[in-house]
């Protein structure tokens, strides 16, 4: 039996930008953080004592005799992919799904490291990355950028580069107590709100596309501006949040279905109690918002969104892991 455990991330600076066809062409970046919030993928060969091959537990049970019969996309390709057979497979998160914390891309980061741990193999953070990417974006056919997928393999605070000959990862040299500060900072509150990363993708598709690259080339140099804030002990961290507003005034320039009137509504309560910018986390159109509070303003944010479920949180810097590996005859 293998029980992997896999960090969620949030994103704040240059999404879009992660986007294959864009950064072939333009290069990008994104600057992201994992924190303590997980999905746990638990597999086992299952014994033949059933007349069901392969079990798989998630937001429904399937059974079958086939893999090819398997409904849930991620899962059939991954066990195609990687010749998996007669096995059961539990899926558990302590967040809810489509919310905009990459959680499905987190899913099939956890869910490879559990299948190649199951064939007593083990595979590093960048092959498990790369093949999550592959799943996902080639076997699934599901429209959205990379990011996720390196940021759950990886873990930490750090830099993403992507360019025609790929991406590298750079972790955000910064004082541990500079980031205690801006983890201490940052307020995170689910909206309620749930939907498919890769449906937003595709209703923004059709947007002005001149606009759009001009709105992406801004991003991409916002991760440059928030990039030298954390790492020069000397600036201001407020002006972290500040970039925040920036970026998310952006985004909702992006494509309409960025944002709802609802989301703008809240965002703009979250400005007016204090906050100094925000935004919401993911492709948009629901899920967790993010703000960047002084510690003075949180109780009066916290108030202002009193509707909503606040979520408090701690950096992480682990990525994937097996957390429980017990070797089978």
């Given amino acids: 039996m293998v029980i ?12 879009g930008t992660d986007m294959e066809g864009y950064f072939r062409e333009n290069n990008g970046a994104v600057l992201s953080t994992t924190f303590d919030k997980y999905c746990y993928v638990n597999v086992r060969h299952l014994p033949r004592f059933f007349d069901y091959s392969t079990e798989i537990s998630y937001s429904r049970t399937e ?25 059961r497979l539990t899926y558990e998160a302590d967040l809810p799904a489509r919310s905009g914390l990459g959680t499905s891309s987190s899913f099939a980061v956890g869910m490879l490291n559990a299948f190649y741990a199951l064939k007593g193999k083990y595979v590093d953070k960048k092959k498990l990355a790369d093949g999550a990417i592959y799943l996902e974006r080639v076997l699934c056919g599901e429209a959205g950028g990379w990011q996720d997928q390196i940021a759950a393999s990886f873990g930490g605070l750090n830099r993403i580069d992507f360019s025609a000959d790929g991406y590298e990862v750079k972790p955000i040299i910064i004082s541990s107590g500079r980031k205690k500060n801006l983890n201490k900072n940052l307020m995170m509150f689910f909206t309620g709100f749930t939907r498919f990363s890769s449906d937003i993708q595709k209703l923004n598709e059709g947007e002005a596309q001149n606009d759009k690259a001009a709105m992406l080339r801004e991003m991409f140099g916002l991760v440059d501006e928030a990039e030298k804030i954390l790492v ?65 303003y949180q109780e009066n944010v916290k108030d202002a969104m009193k509707g909503l479920l606040y979520i408090p949180f701690e950096f992480e810097n682990g990525g994937t892991r097996v957390i429980y590996y017990s070797p089978e005859d």
Avoid: C
């Fill in 232 to 296: 020069d002990s000397s600036k201001d961290l407020d002006g972290f949040g500040y970039l925040l507003d920036h970026t998310w005034k952006l985004k909702r320039r992006v494509g309409r279905a960025v944002s709802t009137d609802s989301i703008d509504g809240l965002y703009e309560k979250g400005i007016k109690a204090g906050a100094l910018g925000g935004k919401l986390l993911g492709a948009g159109g629901g899920g967790f918002l993010i703000f960047y509070v002084p510690p003075e």
């Fill in 4 to 15: 992997t455990k896999t960090p969620f991330r949030m994103s704040f600076f240059g999404g």
């Fill in 63 to 87: 059974r079958v005799t086939d893999i090819s019969d398997i409904r849930h996309p991620a899962i059939r390709n991954a066990m195609q992919m990687l010749n998996m057979h007669e096995i």
